[in-house]
């Protein structure tokens, strides 16, 4: 799995759900906390997704605006 550092959209599907539908969320913001999730918490987050059937999904940019009061 490679993302393409610098290109951001909010949500980017990681792993695809399995049959139960369910899937691991998380959240890193920026490139401070998207690198080091990819390089050191990825390969067992999809192992444990692997093995109980869930896909996982990331959020790598803010959900709201930041200049939306």
Avoid at 46 to 55: A, I, T
Wanted: proline share 4%.
């Amino acid at each position: 799995m490679e993302l393409i550092l610098g290109l951001r959209c909010v949500l980017k599907v990681l792993i695809q759900p399995g049959e139960s539908g369910n899937v691991l969320a998380t959240i890193a913001i920026g490139d401070a906390y998207l690198e080091p999730f990819m390089e050191y918490a990825f390969h067992t987050w999809e192992m444990y997704c692997k093995r109980h059937d869930l896909g996982l999904i990331l959020f790598d940019d803010h959900l709201v605006d930041q200049a939306h009061p």
